[in-house]
């Protein structure tokens, strides 16, 4: 990842900067000053739609507080709406760039929905109403984990024993177990974890990877004309899910490091330090499917950077009905015929 990462206990990123301490000092002292009633807290306010005036015809247009981006819809021009960061609400670090367009992602989504042979045919024939790109708010987590680990580990050896009831000698393999303690430390790095409350980590998970090759310092101009989401899952929450992560991670990497033949009973106990978060922005096409005039559309995601393919699909039980059916039927007949012949 390329960039410094940004320590969790550091202030929003709005207040940072290369600020000598004597200039900290003034605005700490003129800060003091103001009273109370008259301060703006951006961590704990209720962030108002936002009214602004398009730079090109000059029609006010109303942004709602989840959208970084808003497009005026008399003359299609695009709008960056810059607003304060919060602990919540950071300004974005990184973007990556959509490498994947429209009609490629209406193609990606025939092409996964025609091999769902278990979903209803209307379905698999279907073709997506809308097809959005949009911005996704994520986090990209880093940090030191440090484990403690108790297994027993098992070690085969061969040995020769008499076979009483061939009477001879045979060989054999058995394992010896002993008990292993230790710790472990690994890096966990380029954990993405999903800053939006529209779309749960379980689904972001289901697109990726993304290749974070393709970083790039965030600019305004590289979400002009995209709809782009600001981040509506708290801080606390997304860190909750890397650290969830994080733990399992490093659960998988100690299963492999355990040495020997075998083992069993592995437990461990990870602490997680030196974390570190940046709010990042991922292409996305969010893409609505209706299939039949009483059924609700279905929400399918296609990565706007690989072209990968996500969603829960329905079955057909009518399908599987008819595949269970012909199998016993199958079984019925092979069980008449074995009795006939």
Known sequence: MSGTPIPLTSTPRASRGSTSSSFLAQATQAWTA??????????????APLELSCRSCGAKLVVEPTHRTTRCPYCDTPSVIDRPATADRPDPVFAIGFTV????ARSFLRSYLSGRHWAPKALRQATAERVEGVYLPAYLYSAV???RYRASIGENYTTTEFDAK??????????????????????????VVTASEGIPNIELEAIEPFDLTGLRRFAPAM??????EEPSLSRDASLGLARQESRADVARRLRAFMPGDSHHGLQSSTTLTDEAMDLVLLPVWVCAVRWGKEKEPIRLLVSGQSGRVAGEVPISWAKIAAVVGAGLALIGLAIILGALL
């Open 101 to 104: 367009d429209g009609d490629q």
């Open 145 to 147: 984990a440090h484990s």
């Open 34 to 47: 103001i009273p109370s009633s008259c301060r703006v807290d951006y961590d704990t306010m209720t962030v």
């Open 166 to 191: 061939r009477k001879s000698m045979r060989r054999v393999t058995k394992t010896e177990f002993r008990t292993l303690e230790g710790s472990h430390r690994c890096y966990v790095d380029d954990l």
């Open 223 to 228: 979400i002009s004309g995209w709809t782009s």
